[in-house]
């Protein structure tokens, strides 16, 4: 598909049919988010692959948003790696951004691959810590289900209610 095709076909898919994800799928996936840009190249980001059924039902408990998906990810990233913005007070660092680019690289490859995603930032991070026993240095920032979208499944009404670009786009 071309990434206009791409672009043009995506939306949050919030209801999944279960069928598992192909290693192969799965793996594609994964390599295009090992691709992506991170600050300073310091890949602070962290995926878990929530797959097993026990991995699963985690997930399940941490928020209603995982959709019949037959795997998540939960994506992190590592403190101690990520960068660190010298012009703020030493606490803004890259992780959530670069966690979010991962993400995207993720949504992409997965919709190459005839698979859905959903953005999900419905859960505690605290919790999925705690749940999934990550390093203290680690921080949750999202979980994506992925898996093949049910026969039903549509983009809710406000997939198609963008903002005009002039909205948003301001020449300077
Ligand atoms: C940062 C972020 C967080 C989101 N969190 C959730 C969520 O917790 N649960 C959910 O069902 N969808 C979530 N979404 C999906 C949005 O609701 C969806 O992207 C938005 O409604 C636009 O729809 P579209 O992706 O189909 O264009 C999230 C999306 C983003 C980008």
Not at 70 to 92: H, S
Not at 133 to 153: F, R, S, W
Request: glycine share 4%; aromatic share 8%; proline share 6%.
């Amino acid at each position: 598909m071309l990434f206009k095709e791409m672009v043009d076909a995506r939306y949050s898919v919030k209801s999944f049919d279960g069928r598992a994800v192909e290693e192969e799928k799965l793996q594609a996936v994964l390599e295009a988010a090992g691709k992506a840009p991170t600050a300073r190249n310091a890949q602070c980001v962290r995926i878990y692959v929530l797959k097993s059924e026990a991995a699963m039902d985690k997930a399940r408990e941490l928020t209603p948003c995982t959709y019949g998906a037959p795997v998540c990810l939960l994506v992190a990233y590592d403190r101690t790696e990520a960068y660190r913005y010298p012009d703020e007070d030493g606490n803004a660092d890259s992780g959530a951004e670069d966690c979010a680019i991962v993400a995207t690289h993720v949504m992409f490859e997965a919709l190459e691959q005839g698979l859905g995603t959903c953005w999900v930032n419905r859960f505690s991070p605290t919790k999925a810590k705690e749940v999934f026993v990550l390093p203290k240095e680690q921080e949750a920032v999202l979980m994506m289900p992925i898996g093949y979208p049910a026969e039903n499944a549509r983009p809710l009404a406000n997939h198609e209610k963008k903002k005009p670009l002039a909205e948003i786009v301001t020449e300077l």
